[in-house]
Each structure stands twice: as C-alpha cells, then as structure tokens.
C-alpha cells in the first residue's frame, strides 16, 4: 500500500528534476556573453540571434509536444528530450562552428519545451484529478529553483572551472537525466478523450479577435523576465555598477525569487476582485515602471532598492498565470488545452523578439569595444537598448485593455446572434 501511494511521488520527481534543469540551460548565454563574443567573434546582434533561438524552437514545438505525449507518453518523450538536450549542449562545447552553435541553441530549446508539459501529463495521469492544479502550481514553484540554481551557484562554477567545461558538465547532467527518467518512470493508460482536432482547433482561435490581443500584449510584457533576467540583465548589471559576474547573477536571480510568490498572490487578487483583466495590466504598468527606475538611476540605487526592484519584478512577471486564466475563461472548455498551448506559445515568442532586437540595438547605438580581445558595451548603450522593455510592457498593458474591450463587444454580439461562434463562458 505504501508503495502505492509512492509511487506517483517518483514518476513527478524525475520530470520534475529535468524542469528544473532546463531554466539552467535557459539562462546560461547571459552569464558568458562576453567569452562567447570573444571565442566566435561576435556582436551583440549575432549574440541576441543566439540567445533567441532557445525561445523559437521551444515556442515552435509547443502543440507537436503535447500531440507527442499523448501518443507515446511522457516516459519515451521526457526520456528522448532529456537526451537531445545533453547532444545540444556537447556540440556546443565540442564544435566551434558558429552555425552548429546557432544550430545547437536552438535545439536546446526545442528539448526543454516538455519539462514543464511532460510534469504536467505525468500528474494528469498519477494523481486524482482535483490535486491537479496544486501540483501544477508546486510544480512551476520547485522548477524555479532550476533558475536560482542557474544564478550564482552556476556563475561560480564557470569562474572556478570555466564555462566550456560547466558547458560539459551539463551536457552529462542531461543524459544522466534522461537515463533515469527513462529508468523509473512509466507511462500510465488514460482514458482517451473525444477533443477537437488541432488545425481546425487551430483556426477557431486565431479568429478569435480578444484571445489574439490578449496573446500579442502577453508577448509584449514578458520583456522583464525573457529579456532582462534570462540573458541581458548580468551582462548589463555587471556594467552599470562594476559588479563580478556572480554579484550581478545573484541580483537577477531575485527576479526569479519574486516568481516564487507571484503567482498564488496575483491569483489571489484577481479571483477575490474578479479583476483579471485590471490585475494584469496593472502588473504591465508596474514592470514598466520598476524598469525605468532602474535604467534611469540604477549607479545611484543602493544595493537593497535594486534587490526590491528585482524581487518585485519577478512577482509581477506572474501575470502570465492570470493571462492563462482569462484565456481558459474566453473560449468553449474543448478548446482550453489548445488555447494554453497557443497562448504559450505566443509568450515564448517573446523571448525570441526581445533578444534578436536588443541585440540588433546593441550595434545600432555601439559597435562594441575590444579589450584582450573581449567586446564590452558601454552602460549607456545597455540603457537605451533596454529601455524596450519598458516601452513594450505600457504598450502591453494598454492591448490588455483592448482585449477587455473587445471581449465584451464579442460578447454582446454573441448574446444577439446565438448561432455566431462561441468566444466566451
């Protein structure tokens, strides 16, 4: 019996591990920028390039994933991903062909796509269903770690031993992973569910007006976490206050601790006021904000007011909770788990936007100086470049309220033609 009831314990914890695991890889670009520009002589719009292709081939790979679960089950697909993963990351530390690291990233993040999708069927199919959204939510908690684990602990590791050989020492973390997720986890039958199929699931949504401006302001807003705390925040906060790569990496990581709490507290709020809509632009508005309190005055900000920043950052960063919930709540039940894929994928997107064009900024404002051969960026360059972050969460914030708008017109229209396609509980 004992065994029993732990047994669904084990099948979570594996998926779980490589969940955590693949935030380390997500983040890992923004603590070498300047030995990756030195070994492939690069700029800083060849290094955004890199950095955003994680985001494409994770956005890319969102709905073929979970069709992937389905059929052949968390254990073979987590399994295969883990191990593509560790392949991603030797080539990377054994080639040093520009194209086979573009190549490389970008398969990184086609392999980190089921962390989170594979934890979740493995839960769907482990436990009962009213503790799913619980250990979602633990899920998404624990996974965090995975991006403080990515911070200072990982900046020291490539300080003491250097990055390529950090870069190894992952690579066989993942086929380890992949071997023992492949070892004790095991696939479970379910029920089969009558459900929409994709394309024609597909293109229900992408008529659906208020659900297309809700994905795009998403996109928009998501500049604070995809943008700064993945890659360009220790490059920049190394800049602007002379800090050593493991002083700038802990401050970021901070992003990731207020992620720790965002979550229940803006769900929280939204549910108690029934203000989705008001919670999440009010969350685009104050990102905007702590942004621009730091681009604007971060060398005058002591220590403890940039950790603030930070913290509250990445509490506010959770209103992608909240975007999931309105998005669940705008269409017809049997189109929710596509419309979550959809709307993820979107949001991913994001990060793909954020890095290509701050790089391309990077060299608009600067050409980059070369010292022992390592390009630097001046704090001034960093500070106009990042200021689209800034700009794009107002620019968010106020789609959000578009879509509130176009909701309640699409409503209205539902409610005078009954046959008009359903958009909203």
């Known amino acids: 019996m004992k065994n029993r009831l732990f047994l669904p314990w084990v099948m ?4 779980l591990a490589f969940f955590g695991f693949q935030f380390i890889l997500r983040l890992f670009p923004g603590l070498i920028m300047p030995e990756f520009l030195a070994k492939y002589q690069i700029s800083a719009t060849d290094f955004g390039l890199f950095a955003s292709l994680y985001y494409l081939g994770y956005a890319g790979m969102q709905i073929p994933m979970a069709l992937l679960l389905d059929k052949y089950g968390p254990r073979n697909v987590i399994t295969c991903s883990a191990m593509l993963c560790g392949l991603a990351v030797w080539m990377l530390f054994y080639f040093d062909s520009w194209p086979i690291a573009l190549l490389s990233r970008f398969l990184i993040g086609v392999g980190s796509v089921v962390g989170f999708l594979g934890t979740s069927k493995v839960i769907s199919m482990w436990f009962a269903k009213e503790r799913y959204a619980r250990l979602v939510g633990l899920t998404f908690s624990f996974g965090l ?3 403080l684990y990515g911070g200072r602990p990982v900046s020291m590791m490539i300080e003491q ?3 390529e050989k950090v870069l190894e020492i992952l690579g066989l973390v993942a086929f380890f992973l992949g071997l023992f997720i492949f070892l004790f986890v095991r696939n479970k039958s379910e029920p089969q569910k009558e459900s929409l199929p994709v394309f024609k699931a597909l293109k229900k949504l992408l008529t659906h007006k208020s659900l297309l401006i809700l994905a795009f302001a998403n996109l928009l807003m998501v500049g604070a976490l995809e943008g700064f705390a993945d890659v360009w925040g220790v490059p920049y906060l190394m800049a602007a206050r ?5 002083e700038a990496a802990s401050l970021t990581s901070f992003i990731f601790v207020g992620m720790l709490f965002g979550g229940p507290i803006l769900a929280y709020f939204a549910e108690k006021y029934k203000a989705h809509y008001s919670v999440t632009m009010l ?10 309190l730091l681009l604007a005055f971060n060398p005058h900000l002591p220590q403890t007011a940039v950790v603030a920043i930070m913290f509250l950052t990445g509490l506010l960063c959770c209103y992608q909770v909240i975007v999931f919930a309105i998005g669940a709540e705008l269409v017809p039940s049997h189109l929710m788990s596509v419309t979550i894929a959809f709307l993820n994928c979107i949001n991913m997107l994001g990060g793909s936007f954020f890095h290509g064009s701050i790089g391309r900024l990077m060299d608009f404002f600067e050409q980059g100086t070369l010292i022992d051969g390592v390009k630097f960026y001046s704090v001034e360059t960093y ?6 972050i800034p700009i794009a969460s107002l620019v968010g914030a106020l789609m959000v309220w578009w879509s509130k708008k176009e909701n309640r017109r699409e409503v209205s229209l539902l409610q005078s033609q009954p046959n008009t396609l359903e958009t909203a509980k």
């Open 12 to 15: 979570w914890f594996f998926p």
């Open 145 to 147: 770690l995975g991006a």
């Open 242 to 246: 002379n800090l050593t790569k493991v």
């Open 383 to 388: 500070t106009y470049t990042l200021a689209l």
């Open 283 to 292: 969350c685009g508005l104050l990102m905007a904000s702590l942004m621009v």
């Open 161 to 163: 031993m250097g990055w």
